[in-house]
């Protein structure tokens, strides 16, 4: 006996999906659970490694082209974005702080916008802020910096800070009332990398700069198997990744920027290397395909690391 289904009936069921999705487990980690909640954490295994992308916020901006695609002409900007199914006028930003369990140690990179943000994040995860051992500022920007402390006081009470020396000291100037506010209070805590130096074992910075001086990237290893934490090197998935020479508005050097995205983007196409990018589209993990002479597209993680 066949049946089929009206038009209604069709969309009714496509549209009950997010909804199911939204109730499922979440990704499979290294120890066989699922994350406690796949609402704003996503969680992976990455050799021994545990991975969990946490959203701390989202919010929308007008004038996408005042952020993104400067260089370029409106015709352009607004051609590009039709053909990726994305308005030209509007752009919604997502922040994405990263969390490495190592077996020993419980690291993050970036703390989000605010201090409710990335707690509650976090307990999505399953995780406790006291929980933290290292925190790895990858740059000082506002939105990375912005769940050191709140109305609770410090959020991370029990973890070592790290980020680059060049970046902190950059920072470290008396009308940067952010960086004043969420993290100076901390600088004795502080320990300092160059590029190339390690977090801890299988978690080694590298040189990202342009988007600020001392704009640091990490790649994680472990039993093999790679990923790169890319933090604001392309700030879009369509605008910033797949053009890598349009210029972005938060980019101090826009041409160390480019040369950057170029670099590191070309390197996890040529490796197919799975990344994770802090403005990506949650939960901000994918990878990066070559399209056309100097161009890349972002492929999302779909089920590849689940095995």
């Excluded at 992308?53 to 352009?76: H, K, Y």
Aim: zero cysteines; glycine letters at 10%; hydrophobic letters at 40%.
């Amino acid at each position: 006996m066949s049946m089929k289904l009206t038009r209604r009936q069709a969309l009714a069921a496509t549209a009950a999906a997010p909804a199911a999705a939204a109730l499922a487990p979440g990704l499979a980690t290294a120890g066989g659970h699922a994350a406690p909640s796949p609402l704003n954490a996503r969680t992976f295994s990455l050799g021994a490694f545990e991975v969990t992308t946490l959203l701390s916020g989202s919010m929308p901006r007008d004038n996408a082209q005042g952020i993104f695609g400067m260089n370029v002409s409106e015709e352009e900007f607004a051609e590009v974005s039709a053909d990726n199914f994305i308005s030209n006028d509007a752009v919604q930003f997502f922040f994405t702080p990263t969390l490495v369990r190592t077996g020993s140690e419980t690291i993050l990179f970036d703390t989000g916008l605010n201090q409710e943000g990335i707690t509650g994040a976090l307990a999505d995860a399953g995780v406790t802020a006291d929980e933290i051992t290292h925190v790895v500022l990858t740059h000082m920007h506002g939105d990375h910096i912005g769940g050191m402390n709140g109305d609770a006081g410090e959020t991370f009470k029990n973890a070592a800070y790290i980020t680059g020396r060049v970046e902190f000291d950059t920072s470290n100037t008396a009308d940067n009332e952010r960086f004043q506010q969420k993290v100076a209070p901390y600088a004795e805590r502080f320990s300092f990398l160059e590029a190339g130096q390690d977090v801890t074992s299988g978690v080694t910075s590298m040189d990202a700069s342009g988007h600020t001086p001392g704009h640091m990237a990490y790649m994680l290893e472990s039993e093999g198997q790679q990923l790169a934490l890319i933090a604001d090197t392309a700030n879009h998935h369509v605008w910033s990744l797949g053009y890598p020479e349009w210029e972005v508005r938060f980019d101090r050097d826009k041409a160390a920027a480019a040369a950057t995205r170029k670099r590191l983007l070309g390197m996890l196409a040529a490796d197919k290397m799975p990344f994770i990018g802090y403005h990506m589209p949650f939960p901000a993990l994918g990878y990066v395909a070559p399209r056309g002479e100097g161009g890349f597209q972002y492929v999302p993680h779909s089920y590849q690391l689940l095995g």
